[in-house]
Nanobody, 121 residues
């Protein structure tokens, strides 16, 4: 069974930084893309950043230039470095991974439990 475990959330003042981590564990063949979504109260879940196994990245416009996504394929871990945080970045951040459980399986998306990021003004 595949599990994604996140860490690194917390409370920070505006202008500060946080680093989120997410590690995939369990039995699977390979991981395609990994990334982060976030959901603020009363809002829909939105993509924050995504990175492929080859290292290609894309970001939401709201975080470009402030957030950096990276991954360690050997550790099945994805990171999100968040700098110059703003109160509007406050949300629950969810890690996800697109992976195949077997060589013949279709890509399937798995989610972490979410970690709270709160930015005070």
């Amino acid at each position: 069974q595949v599990q994604l475990v996140e860490s690194g959330g917390g409370l920070v003042q505006a202008g500060g930084s946080l680093r989120l981590s997410c590690t995939a564990s369990g039995s699977f063949f390979n991981i395609n893309a990994m990334g982060w979504y976030r959901q603020a109260p009363g809002k829909q879940r939105e993509l924050v950043a995504r990175i492929t196994s080859g290292g290609s990245t894309n970001y939401a416009d709201a975080v470009k230039g402030r957030f950096t996504i990276s991954r360690d394929n050997a550790k099945n871990t994805v990171y999100l470095q968040m700098n110059s945080l703003k109160p509007e970045d406050t949300a629950v951040y969810y890690c996800y991974a697109e992976l195949r459980e077997h060589p013949w399986s279709s890509l399937r998306q798995y989610w972490g439990q979410g970690t709270q990021v709160t930015v005070s003004s």
